[in-house]
Structures are given as structure tokens and as C-alpha cells.
């Protein structure tokens, strides 16, 4: 059974920093690139950061440049985000996204459930 689970959400002070977490099982996460979205009331889920399969590729919304770091850890099945100097417009839930597409063209897209990050005073 495929699974994505975030965590590491939460309640955090402008300027503050959190770590979200993604662990994958069910699947072969290696083979897969992955990705960080994110969902605010009455948008439009926008593509925050992405990292390639092996990570040597990482790219970024121009708003989280310098702020948010991507990484992985494929002995570990897990997916970060480093998130630093929040700010109230970084208040969304954020979703963990895996994807790769075989040679014959099929492609296997997975979703997390979601993890709520509110930056407030």
C-alpha cells in the first residue's frame, strides 16, 4: 500500500523556522522525484520546492528562495523542507507529492494527506 505521511507542521511565529517531514512506503522512493506543494485558503496549490530522484536537483518557488531547503534521505524513505524566516503568507497546508514516469510513458503519481503550517503572532 502506497503511503505519504507529512509531518512537522504547526503554529509558528513570523520569522520562525519548521521541518516538515514526508515518509514514503509502498513504493520504491528512490526511483521517484518529489515534490512540496502548498494550499492556502482560496488559492490554488502552487509547487513550493522539488528535488530530483538521486537529489542532485533541487528547484524552488522564487518566493521561498533562500528561506526553504529541500532534501531527501533515500535510506530513509523520507522527503524535508527545511522552512526558515517564515512569514504569514507561508500559512498553508502543505502536501508531499512523489511522480515518476516509465519509459513506456505510465505515469505513477502519489499524494500525501497534508500538513497544516501557520505562521501568526
Known amino acids: 500500500q502506497v503511503q505519504l505521511v507529512e509531518s512537522g507542521g504547526g503554529l509558528v511565529q513570523p520569522g520562525g523556522s519548521l521541518r516538515l517531514s514526508c515518509a514514503a512506503s509502498g513504493f520504491t522512493f528512490s526511483a521517484y522525484a518529489v515534490n512540496w506543494y502548498r494550499q492556502a485558503p482560496g488559492k490554488e496549490r502552487e509547487l513550493v520546492a522539488s528535488i530530483s530522484s538521486a537529489g542532485g536537483s533541487t528547484n524552488y518557488l522564487d518566493s521561498v528562495k533562500g528561506r526553504f531547503t529541500i532534501s531527501r534521505d533515500n535510506a530513509k524513505n523520507t522527503l524535508y523542507l527545511q522552512m526558515n524566516s517564515l512569514r504569514p503568507e507561508d500559512t498553508a497546508v502543505y502536501f508531499c507529492?512523489?511522480?515518476?514516469?516509465?519509459?513506456?510513458?505510465?505515469?505513477?503519481?502519489?499524494w500525501g494527506q497534508g500538513t497544516q503550517v501557520t505562521v501568526s503572532s
Open positions: 507529492n512523489a511522480w515518476r514516469r516509465t519509459i513506456a510513458n505510465v505515469l505513477y503519481d502519489y
